[in-house]
């Protein structure tokens, strides 16, 4: 039998038994079970699930990880999809600022590339906000 049986566990008491069957895939396959059995509420600004997992038969190896939950993006009134177009570049940390305009309806989305996670402390993470333009 190849692959491996693994435990989530949220921190909170709550476990669940999942199965990867390639070394290297557990934390993508982890991500998945998040996403689909957790209710994972979307905020004004990303932010991020956490979780431990262990092999199952080796609670002790256990680690973190995360799942980025973005922001629902607001609908474009006009268009059928956001026009977005960049209007600015801004180094931050290791990474950038971006914000894109729509032509549209001038919602603005700003993308960080270098946020960090306040809760696991984790940098270099990507981070979306929208923001209504007030000029
Ligand atoms: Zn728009």
Same mark, same amino acid.
């Not at 290297?24 to 979780?51: K, N």
């Not at 268009?79 to 209007?87: N, P, T």
């Given at each position: 039998?190849? =692959? #491996?049986? @693994?435990?989530?566990?949220? =921190? *909170?008491? =709550? *476990?669940? #038994?999942?199965?990867?069957?390639?070394?290297? /895939?557990? *934390?993508?396959? !982890?991500?998945?079970?998040?996403?689909?059995? @957790? #209710?994972?509420?979307? /905020?004004? %600004?990303?932010? @991020?699930?956490? !979780?431990?997992? !262990? +092999?199952?038969?080796?609670? &002790?190896?256990r680690r973190r990880i995360w799942v980025a939950v973005d922001p629902e993006e +607001?609908?474009? +009134?006009?268009?059928?999809? &956001? !026009?977005?177009? #960049? %209007?600015?570049?801004?180094? &931050?940390? =290791?990474? %950038?600022?971006?914000? $894109?305009?729509? *032509?549209?309806?001038?919602?603005?989305?700003?993308?960080?590339? @270098?946020?960090h996670c306040p809760e696991t402390g984790v940098q270099g993470l990507e981070s979306i906000?929208? %923001?209504? $333009? /007030?000029?």
């Amino acid at each position: 039998m190849t =692959g #491996q049986r @693994w435990t989530l566990d949220d =921190g *909170e008491g =709550g *476990e669940a #038994q999942f199965f990867s069957a390639a070394p290297g /895939e557990e *934390e993508a396959a !982890a991500r998945e079970l998040i996403e689909r059995d @957790w #209710q994972l509420t979307p /905020e004004g %600004v990303t932010w @991020w699930a956490t !979780a431990w997992i !262990a +092999p199952a038969d080796d609670p &002790h190896e256990r680690r973190r990880i995360w799942v980025a939950v973005d922001p629902e993006e +607001p609908e474009c +009134p006009g268009e059928e999809d &956001h !026009a977005w177009r #960049q %209007v600015s570049l801004t180094g &931050h940390g =290791g990474g %950038v600022i971006l914000t $894109d305009a729509c *032509e549209s309806c001038c919602l603005r989305r700003v993308t960080d590339t @270098w946020a960090h996670c306040p809760e696991t402390g984790v940098q270099g993470l990507e981070s979306i906000r929208y %923001v209504e $333009d /007030e000029s």
